[in-house]
């Protein structure tokens, strides 16, 4: 009994963990990109700020349109990657 409660929260703390990981990912990823296209088309749209300015501002609207997307999208990895490795195992089980 004691080894199916710690395989059940080892599981659990494991795709829990895979979740935030793809989360926090996906978030710092789409940072990245606010700032990237900020700092490019920042100055036609926005000339009275400073590239700091832009900078920033691309960083968070990034990261808040990022955020949106990013738990369904991690929980979309989380099957996918869940259904490969069941996949994995009952090849290897079938002779």
Not at 37 to 64: H, M, N
């Amino acid at each position: 009994m004691k080894t199916n409660c710690r395989r059940a929260l080892a599981v659990t703390l494991r795709w829990g963990g895979l979740f935030l990981f793809y989360v926090l990912i996906i978030v710092a990823l789409g940072a990245c990109a606010g700032s990237a296209s900020f700092l490019i088309f920042g100055k036609l749209f926005l000339p009275e700020l400073s590239f700091q300015e832009l900078a920033i501002k691309g960083l968070r609207v990034g990261a808040i349109l990022a955020g949106v997307w990013a738990g369904g999208l991690s929980i979309v990895l989380c099957f996918m990657r869940g259904k490969k490795e069941r996949d994995a195992t009952r090849k290897e089980a079938t002779p």
